[in-house]
């Protein structure tokens, strides 16, 4: 296992386009989670995942976005008709999702720019 | 609401001197975790250190010690020896032990410089 994978690493695209970023967790964990960070500033949260179930969405996420986790293996985030404020990092983490520390391995993000 | 402040947007430190960066929490709970991450230029945050805060005794990870002070909300980083690969942003999160989400509270980071 070569821990948490992001595609792509970059996106660029134009206005009002759409763009799906996959992440694939660590096999054994249970629990993904998405963020959005842009630059300076530490990650805010957007969703997350226990297995297939998407069991918080943070007040962020427009509904243009949507996220999914299919057979809780791996996740894709879309946002549709994008524009220039998504410009952004998102990141994926996952954990085991067990009492205690609960700590997140991170993927490399996806960084979007929007033009 | 809890939050995390780390009111050092920067600090810099010269190579194999000693350099600490702060971190201050609000929480009106007892029991919880601290940790800092570390995100290099272009690649994936990892996890530094982490604190439990019902264990008095300070962490510590090789070149990296904490200095936890329960009473007055404090959890800093002090970094040893620093190398030129501890360039990074460092970011301070708390993680509330009620909240069955697990959802971690960010600082802002703060950018560690290392000159050589």
């Known amino acids: 296992d070569t821990g948490v994978s992001q595609d792509p690493r970059h996106k660029i695209t134009k206005r009002g386009q759409n763009v799906t970023f996959r992440c694939d967790p660590i096999s054994e964990h249970n629990r993904l989670y998405w963020y959005r960070q842009t630059l300076g500033q530490g990650p805010e949260f957007l969703t997350y995942?226990?297995?297939?179930?998407?069991?918080?969405k943070s007040r962020l996420l427009s509904d243009r976005f949507s996220a999914e986790r299919p057979k809780g293996s791996f996740s894709t985030l879309e946002i549709q008709r994008t524009e220039q404020g998504d410009s952004a990092m998102y990141l994926c983490?996952?954990?085991?999702?067990?009492?205690?520390?609960?700590?997140?391995?991170f993927g490399a993000g996806s960084r979007l720019t929007v033009l | 609401a809890q939050t995390v402040t780390q009111s050092q947007p920067e600090m810099s430190v010269q190579e194999a001197e000693t350099v600490t960066l702060s971190c201050t929490y609000d929480?009106?709970?007892?029991?919880?975790?601290l940790f800092w991450y570390k995100q290099p230029p272009s690649r994936q945050m990892i996890l530094v250190i982490r604190q439990e805060a019902y264990k008095q005794q300070n962490a510590t990870e090789n070149r990296f010690s904490v200095n936890f002070q329960k009473a007055a909300k404090s959890f800093s980083l002090k970094i040893s020896d620093s190398q030129l690969g501890d360039a990074a942003m460092y970011f301070c999160a708390y993680r509330s032990l009620t909240d069955s989400n697990y959802q971690l509270i960010w600082g802002a980071g703060t950018k560690l410089i290392i000159k050589p």
């Open positions: 929480t009106s709970e007892s029991d919880y975790y």
């Open positions: 983490a996952s954990s085991l999702g067990v009492a205690g520390a609960n700590v997140l391995t």
């Open positions: 995942f226990q297995n297939e179930a998407q069991l918080e």
